[in-house]
């Protein structure tokens, strides 16, 4: 069974651009989650998506950042315009119930 | 809010040293606790979990006891590994509405050969 994929794996743009990453879920995982890591910080949510719609986007940090689950399969996460302070490590997970959560291997965006 | 708090890192100790990591968190109603682990240029994976007070989880040499009384759920390994290597995320699953995960900081462990 093919794990949680991400692309691109890295991603270096300049302040200002625009970025979209990808997530491909676990087929048939229902609930697909974002998270972002800082530099030397915490991993922390962003959102939570079931099928394609989206449960909880607290944690999102404003309205640069978009987030789509199309069709409830694969997600895509925009950042438009990007700053610096959005540099770092985004995670995707997902999960066929509630409990756990299987992540993918991260997409590093440097914003320059 | 709830929250995670993890003993700073880096962690280097000699293979086959004993290993602790300290993990503390608070939080509303009964969490469910997890430690995930990051091998260099991968992602996160599931290392062990407990669901509920009193639960040890245990994987590959590594173990963790859910405590509520003093709110811990410290990862132990009796003899590491230069294998071990990695980065330790300690989290907990805030069991309502989302199930989202906090996670700590993250402790880097580094063991010589």
């Known amino acids: 069974e093919a794990g949680v994929t991400q692309f691109p794996s890295h991603s270096v743009i300049e302040k200002g651009q625009t970025v979209t990453l990808r997530c491909d879920p676990i087929?048939?995982?229902?609930?697909l989650y974002w998270y972002r890591r800082v530099m030397g910080k915490e991993i922390k949510f962003l959102l939570h998506?079931?099928?394609?719609?989206?449960?909880?986007e607290s944690g999102m940090p404003n309205n640069r950042f978009l987030a789509e689950r199309t069709g409830g399969t694969y997600s895509t996460l925009k950042v438009q315009p990007a700053e610096l302070e959005d540099s770092g490590v985004y995670f995707c997970a997902s999960s066929p119930r509630v409990l756990e959560q299987y992540f993918g291997p991260g997409t590093r965006l440097t914003v320059t | 809010g709830d929250s995670v708090t993890q003993m700073e890192g880096p962690v280097t100790l000699s293979e086959e040293a004993f290993l602790t990591i300290n993990c503390t968190y608070t939080a509303t109603g009964y969490p469910s606790l997890f430690w995930y682990v990051q091998y260099p240029g991968e992602g996160l994976q599931l290392l062990l979990k407990?669901?509920?007070?009193?639960d040890k989880g245990s994987n590959k040499g590594f173990e963790a006891t859910y405590r509520k009384e003093t709110t811990s759920f410290h990862l132990e390994k009796g003899s590491v590994q230069v294998s071990d290597s990695a980065v330790y995320f300690c989290?907990?699953?805030?069991?309502?509405?989302?199930?989202?995960?906090?996670f700590g900081t993250g402790t880097r462990l580094k063991v010589l050969a």
């Open positions: 087929s048939g995982h229902d609930n």
């Open positions: 407990a669901t509920k007070a009193d």
């Open positions: 998506f079931v099928k394609e719609s989206k449960q909880d």
């Open positions: 989290a907990l699953s805030d069991q309502k509405g989302t199930y989202k995960y906090i």
